[in-house]
């Protein structure tokens, strides 16, 4: 998911027209380390991926799932540190059929897990 998003940050960059020095000072960090964090050897935490998508008046999910169609609505997360969130509604459409999707995953996973240890535990008993 984060592997590539370095290449959506340059777009947006691109596509908006602001420099990476811009960038910097508007997430107030150094030009040096939005340089790093766009070279795609860098992994970038959750709470920098909001500040960016906050600087570049985008949401995160266009960020993180690829969406190229960029809307201009400001979609702020976690304001203030009140872990508040304030998303449009096809956002949250979008979001909650994601969460699905790796749920669904994850129980699978589980299930699969559940059954491969029962299997090891009759196996040790017999």
Do not use: C, W
């Amino acid at each position: 998911m984060h592997d590539k998003i370095h290449l959506k940050i340059l777009e947006v960059l691109k596509q908006k027209r602001i420099t990476q020095k811009e960038l910097a000072k508007k997430i107030k960090s150094k030009p040096s380390s939005v340089s790093r964090m766009l070279s795609g050897n860098y992994v970038l935490k959750l709470d920098t991926i909001q500040k960016i998508a906050k600087a570049l008046n985008i949401s995160a999910e266009d960020l993180l799932n690829g969406n190229k169609n960029f809307s201009d609505v400001n979609v702020s997360f976690f304001n203030s540190g009140k872990n508040q969130q304030s998303i449009n509604k096809n956002s949250l459409t979008e979001t909650v059929e994601i969460l699905k999707e790796k749920l669904k995953v994850k129980d699978e996973k589980i299930k699969f897990l559940e059954e491969k240890i029962k299997f090891l535990e009759n196996k040790k008993r017999g």
